[in-house]
């Protein structure tokens, strides 16, 4: 599987070609400092003035490198396919081993990071329903008022917890074609795109 990089991210990876094969390493350590530890303008500032060019320009081009990284990373791409998603670049031959190393020493670690950063929401675990209608009460001899219950179990860290949920079939039924909706809404070539990347 290749990755594919739009103008703007190849764009940002231009600069690349125009500093010292040294520089890209630091870039690369920079990235992974920015993954690890968050954003940091002084870097980006220094490394403006020790380059003299624009600190935008440092900070697409590590934005840039870091991209390459974590997507490669989470789509879990080959070395073969890394180096022909790179060669598109157009980098020299350095430039290129020097990107699949970097690649190859962090990958694992970067997926650690991008994992732990992964919510953690609780998720499905079972489903008790129940109808009660009301056909009468006091006031009014005949009536029907109907009551869908649902008991969702939900689970999160191996903790288990309940919820109670009540609403009228005419909710449920809006409720079931939202749902319908927005699954078919996933069958969309658009919406596969962003759940390849996403895991």
Same mark, same amino acid.
């Given at each position: 599987?290749? @990755?594919?990089?739009?103008?703007?991210? !190849?764009?940002?990876?231009? +600069?690349?070609? *125009?500093?010292d094969?040294a520089? %890209?390493?630091?870039?690369?350590?920079?990235?992974?400092?920015?993954?690890?530890?968050?954003s940091?303008?002084?870097?980006?500032?220094g490394?403006?003035?020790? #380059?003299?060019? &624009?600190?935008?320009?440092?900070? $697409?081009?590590?934005?840039? =490198?870091?991209? =390459?990284?974590?997507?490669?990373?989470? #789509?879990?791409?080959?070395?073969?396919?890394?180096?022909?998603?790179?060669?598109? #670049?157009g980098?020299?031959?350095?430039l290129?081993?020097?990107?699949?190393?970097?690649?190859?020493?962090? $990958?694992? *670690?970067?997926?650690?990071?991008?994992?732990?950063? &992964?919510?953690?929401?609780? $998720?499905?675990?079972?489903?008790?329903w129940?109808?009660? %209608?009301q056909?009468?009460?006091r006031?009014?001899?005949? /009536? +029907? !008022?109907? %009551?869908v219950?649902?008991? @969702?179990?939900?689970? /999160?860290?191996?903790?288990k917890?309940a !919820?109670?949920?009540?609403?009228?079939? &005419?909710?449920?039924? $809006? #409720?079931?074609?939202?749902?319908?909706? &927005?699954?078919?809404?996933?069958?969309?070539?658009?919406?596969?795109?962003?759940?390849?990347? +996403?895991?």
């Open positions: 599987m290749l @990755l594919v990089l739009s103008d703007e991210q !190849k764009e940002h990876l231009s +600069i690349l070609t *125009e500093v094969v520089v %890209v390493a630091e870039f690369g350590r920079i990235a992974m400092e920015f993954l690890r530890r968050g940091n303008p002084k870097i980006y500032e490394a403006a003035r020790k #380059l003299n060019v &624009a600190v935008e320009s440092v900070q $697409h081009g590590v934005e840039g =490198l870091m991209y =390459l990284l974590t997507e490669s990373s989470k #789509l879990m791409i080959s070395e073969v396919d890394f180096q022909d998603s790179v060669l598109v #670049l980098f020299s031959e350095g290129n081993k020097l990107l699949l190393q970097l690649y190859l020493d962090n $990958h694992k *670690e970067i997926r650690s990071i991008l994992g732990e950063l &992964a919510p953690h929401l609780p $998720h499905y675990h079972n489903l008790e129940r109808l009660d %209608v056909l009468a009460s006031a009014l001899r005949q /009536q +029907i !008022k109907p %009551v219950s649902f008991k @969702l179990h939900l689970e /999160q860290n191996g903790e917890t !919820k109670v949920v009540q609403t009228d079939p &005419a909710t449920l039924l $809006h #409720l079931i074609q939202q749902m319908e909706r &927005a699954l078919g809404e996933m069958k969309t070539n658009h919406c596969r795109r962003i759940v390849r990347n +996403i895991k």
